[in-house]
């Protein structure tokens, strides 16, 4: 209901509040909150390995943080973080989890962390992401999205096949038939651009 018509500055400010929220003083630090209290799939991750490519990007960073959050060994492997994605430092990932520097595309070296980890779960981010990019470096997007996703599925059927595997692509995988309706699973691959014409391979590969 409305306040009796009175502004919400001369509102708050009768019950000693001001009507704009002060800037925070400090970094926030990590300490225990109500994620950590909830028991989310049913503890599904909770003392599980969870192998994730491209933690050092921005979703990947935040799927560390919540992977931690939820009692799971996280183990990354991914290109070394970026200035222009400061996430990574920011929640501290590197300090948290152990990870690995490396470049999918890099068949023996993602081989091996598959084998040493020996993983629950594979969660795998790690990609060329960027559609305007994928115009200037056409090959590398390609070998990246595509080959790097073969080679960690290779991997993963050698060195632990009974992991479970979540490959994430994109809604550019789809034909764009330039409408506001969002697309389903069951509509053609395609892609006019080398970053969606990757995605669309990948989801084929997968």
Same mark, same amino acid.
């Given at each position: ?13 009768? =019950? ?103 993983? =629950? ?71 006019? =651009? ?13």
């Amino acid at each position: 209901r409305a306040a009796l018509g009175l502004p919400s500055s001369r509102l708050l400010a009768a =019950d000693g509040y001001s009507p704009r929220e002060e800037p925070p003083g400090r970094t926030l630090g990590f300490r225990p909150r109500a994620l950590e209290e909830v028991v989310m799939f049913g503890g599904a991750y909770k003392g599980k390995r969870v192998l994730l490519t491209g933690q050092t990007g921005f979703k990947g960073a935040w799927l560390a943080h919540w992977l931690l959050s939820l009692g799971a060994e996280v183990r990354g492997f991914a290109l070394a973080p970026q200035a222009d994605q400061p996430l990574h430092d920011w929640l501290e990932i590197g300090r948290r989890c152990r990870s690995e520097f490396a470049d999918v595309r890099d068949r023996e070296v993602l081989r091996s962390a598959v084998r040493a980890f020996q993983p =629950d779960f594979v969660l795998h981010l790690a990609a060329q992401p960027l559609v305007r990019l994928s115009y200037q470096i056409p090959v590398e997007t390609i070998e990246t999205n595509v080959m790097g996703t073969a080679h960690l599925l290779d991997a993963v059927r050698a060195e632990a096949p009974g992991a479970a595997v979540v490959v994430v692509t994109s809604d550019k995988c789809y034909e764009n038939r330039e409408r506001p309706e969002g697309y389903r699973e069951e509509e053609p691959m395609g892609g006019h =651009d080398p970053y969606s014409a990757s995605k669309g391979m990948t989801e084929l590969l997968v």
